[in-house]
C-alpha cells in the first residue's frame, strides 16, 4: 500500500509561483508513474501532467504547458510540481498519484493511490 502525502499548497496573486511537493511512503516509488490532477468546485478532477517512473518522460495538459513543470527525486520518494505564472483560473485542491503498468498519462483511472491533496488559490 502505497500512502502518498501533498504539501506545498496556499494563496498567492496571479503570476506568482508555488512548489508542491508529493512525499511518498510504503511502497518501491521508483516504479511508478506519477500523475498530478486538480478539482475545482463544482467541476470534475482534471489531469494536470504526469511523469515516468524514471522522470524520463512527461506529459502535459495544455492549459499548463510552458507554466508548469513536474519532476521527481526517486532517492528522496518524492515528486514536484512547480508552478509559475499562476492564473485564477488555477484555483483548486491539487492531487498527486500513483500509477504501477499504467499507459496512459492523463487516464485518472489507471492511477492507483491518490494523495489527500492540497488547497491553491490565485487571487486575481
Known amino acids: 500500500q502505497v500512502r502518498l502525502v501533498e504539501s506545498g499548497g496556499g494563496l498567492v496573486q496571479a503570476g506568482g509561483s508555488l512548489r508542491l511537493s508529493c512525499a511518498a511512503s510504503?511502497?518501491?516509488?521508483?516504479?511508478?508513474?506519477m500523475g498530478w490532477f486538480r478539482q475545482a468546485p463544482g467541476k470534475e478532477r482534471e489531469f494536470v501532467n504526469g511523469?515516468?517512473?524514471?522522470?524520463?518522460?512527461?506529459y502535459y495538459a495544455d492549459s499548463v504547458k510552458g507554466r508548469f513543470t513536474i519532476s521527481r527525486d526517486n532517492a528522496k520518494n518524492t515528486a514536484y510540481l512547480q508552478m509559475n505564472s499562476l492564473k485564477p483560473e488555477d484555483t483548486a485542491v491539487y492531487y498527486c498519484?500513483?500509477?504501477?503498468?499504467?499507459?496512459?498519462?492523463?487516464?485518472?483511472?489507471?492511477?492507483?493511490?491518490w494523495g489527500q491533496g492540497t488547497q491553491v488559490t490565485v487571487s486575481s
Open positions: 498519484a500513483a500509477s504501477l503498468g499504467g499507459t496512459s498519462y492523463n487516464n485518472i483511472w489507471e492511477y492507483d493511490y
Open positions: 511523469i515516468s517512473w524514471s522522470g524520463g518522460s512527461t
Open positions: 510504503g511502497g518501491t516509488f521508483s516504479s511508478y508513474t
